[in-house]
């Protein structure tokens, strides 16, 4: 092989810091070279054969180096392609013309509009703000709950759809995919392509879904302001207010780090770091077990970058952010809430059964109950089919294994 060619597919090389982001963006395969090793890998994908590039190295950096066992390495990440095999044109992903549109300078004015025609009505009318009765927009809580259930589903949607399209303005191949978690519809986007540009281009791409996020709570609050009648809010107004108490929730949520939100993303970009939510648990994790003298179950540390280890060493503590903002959540977002809800459901259960109220109250303890039933039941039945496909051990008649 030392003088034969060598085909790869078309990699991305991005300078970070003391080291280079290699990566394949059509497969998602990235890997982290220190600068030798990518300017190696950069001199064969130019065509240069396994001899010259060892010569080259050895020439250029005062060492010798193992090409076999490093192609061997490139192969294993996907790099290297079949000779037979054509390079994958790098065509310009779907929809990247409406990434462009949303992200550019008249949608960012119009954005900017909007938040300070908003910011204004917050100042002007506190009724506008959010509080937990808006939840009830309406006396049957049936209805609450169906809003607060599957409202949401379309505007994760489109969150998830905001993250796409900002990756896809910048050429990178992005996908959205649907699943669930129990019960519940879950969106997600495969953003490993931002690996194949700077830093400062990442930002916009992890910030879109809470771009698009405080602009549907700015439109909820002004269409519920221009709705009003009277000193009131319309049945509009107040489906508006609803959704963007529970938008605001979102929001919120951002700030729970721990989670691997999208402000996390953000974050660990500026400190330039490949994997701090990993590392900086470990680091703390190895801390505890040495304060306990557990030393036999410490973690390897060494398997993350020197980076990685350094912001790891001080970031453990710092996600006691997000469990503030957790315990913040709950005391002052979900807990009004549901003390409403218990109020309102009560009162209901304990009026006449002939009237709407207590049959109302009824239903709704229904889907609650279903809410909470089937998720357990989910999960159990998922426990038990894997552990019917475990492996085991059967004995014979005669008692050997």
Same mark, same amino acid.
């Given at each position: ?8 597919? %078309?990699?991305?090389?991005? &300078? ?33 054969? $396994?001899?010259? $590039? ?9 060492? #010798? ?16 392609? #079949?000779?037979? $095999? ?5 065509? $310009? ?14 949608? !960012? ?20 703000? #959010? ?37 896809? %303005? ?43 996020? *405080? ?37 919120? !949520? ?32 190895? =801390? ?15 398997? !993350?970058?020197?980076? @990685?280890?350094?912001?790891?060493? !001080? ?33 209901? *259960? ?24 089937? &998720?357990?039941?989910?999960?159990? =039945? ?5 552990? @019917?496909?475990?492996? %085991?051990?059967?004995? @014979? ?5």
């Amino acid at each position: 092989m030392a003088d034969q060619a060598i085909h790869f597919h %078309r990699l991305s090389f991005v &300078p970070d810091g003391l080291d280079v982001i290699v990566g394949r963006p059509d497969a998602g395969s990235y890997a982290v070279l220190p600068r030798d090793g990518a300017e190696l890998l950069r001199h064969l994908t130019e065509g240069m054969s $396994a001899r010259r $590039a060892a010569e080259w190295y050895e020439t250029t950096f005062g060492e #010798p180096v193992d090409v076999s066992d490093f192609l061997e390495s490139m192969d294993g990440l996907g790099f290297l392609r #079949p000779a037979d $095999a054509p390079i994958a044109p790098a065509a $310009a992903p779907r929809f990247q013309w409406l990434g462009r549109v949303l992200f550019s300078r008249p949608a !960012w004015t119009g954005y900017l509009l909007i938040a300070t025609a908003c910011l204004y009505l917050l100042v002007r009318q506190p009724e506008l703000r #959010p509080r937990p009765s808006m939840v009830y927009f309406t006396g049957s809580l049936v209805l609450v709950q169906l809003l607060v259930l599957f409202g949401q589903t379309p505007l994760a949607f489109l969150h998830e759809s905001f993250h796409v399209l900002a990756m896809r %303005r910048l050429g990178l191949p992005s996908k959205l995919s649907v699943s669930n978690r129990l019960t519940y519809v879950v969106f997600e986007t495969q953003s490993s392509g931002l690996l194949s540009v700077p830093r400062n281009r990442r930002y916009l791409p992890f910030l879109a879904g809470i771009l698009l996020d *405080l602009e549907v709570f700015f439109i909820l609050d002004l269409v519920a302001s221009v709705t009003r009648s009277g000193n009131g809010f319309t049945l509009v107004g107040r489906i508006c207010l609803a959704v963007s108490y529970v938008v605001a929730a979102r929001i919120g !949520w951002q700030f729970l780090l721990y989670l691997r939100t999208d402000l996390y993303y953000v974050l660990a970009t500026a400190l330039n770091c490949q994997d701090l939510h990993d590392a900086s648990t470990a680091i703390f994790a190895n =801390r505890m077990r040495r304060f306990f003298r557990r030393t036999a179950h410490l973690v390897d540390e060494e398997q !993350w970058t020197q980076r @990685d280890r350094r912001v790891g060493s !001080w970031y453990g503590w710092f996600l006691l952010v997000g469990y503030t903002a957790a315990f913040g959540l709950i005391l002052f977002v979900f807990v009004p809430v549901i003390l409403i809800y218990l109020e309102r459901g009560s009162s209901g *259960l304990l009026s006449d059964p002939s009237g709407g109220r207590f049959w109302n109250s009824v239903f709704s303890l229904v889907i609650v109950a279903f809410n909470v039933v089937l &998720p357990i039941f989910l999960a159990r =039945r998922k426990r038990r089919m894997n552990a @019917d496909r475990r492996p %085991r051990l059967v004995s @014979d008649s005669h008692g050997v294994m």
